[in-house]
């Protein structure tokens, strides 16, 4: 394959463009969703003046486009909760004692459920570190101690 003298130069031996050389030298190419975008953002100050207007005379609709660009919708926001753990509790008595606040009615449902799935997290956390540290003794035990050899 012929190519180019100057696309030769701009490429390393192995085909690839070498550093500082753009491999599209005219830049993006314009297409019509640039100008369409101009053209709205041209148009844009009359949208929003238009919408004021609406609202100001009582287009509900508009108002509510207003409002939420002003101030968002309320995002739904918990609460912190307390539950009573002893200090060395295993994953499975966080869990039982989650599931019984939430029985109780101290603890809402959907952050009892969150509380579950984080013990669930933590059984396997403790299960890896135990895993662990079973193979460390396991590759001790097998390893044959090496001989300090002192130097002559």
Do not use: W, Y
């Not at 003298?5 to 969703?33: L, M």
């Not at 101290?106 to 997290?121: E, K, N, R, S």
Request: aromatic share 0%; hydrophobic share 45%; charged share 20%.
């Amino acid at each position: 394959m012929n190519r180019p003298a100057d696309t030769a130069t701009r490429r390393a031996p192995r085909g690839r463009f070498v550093p500082g050389v753009s491999g599209n030298p005219a830049g993006r190419p314009k297409c019509e969703a640039v100008a369409l975008r101009q053209s709205l953002a041209d148009g844009a100050s009359g949208v929003v003046e238009a919408v004021l207007l609406a609202a100001q005379c009582g287009d509900m609709q508009a108002a509510k486009i207003v409002l939420d660009r002003i101030i968002p919708p309320l995002k739904s926001a918990t609460l912190p909760v307390h539950v009573t753990l002893a200090d060395d509790q295993s994953p499975l008595a966080i869990a039982r004692a989650v599931l019984e606040a939430a029985a109780a009615g101290t603890l809402p449902p959907d952050i009892a459920a969150q509380l579950v799935t984080a013990a669930g997290t933590l059984a396997r956390v403790e299960e890896v570190e135990e895993l662990r540290d079973r193979l460390a003794a396991l590759e001790k035990a097998l390893t044959p101690p090496t001989a300090n050899k002192s130097k002559p």
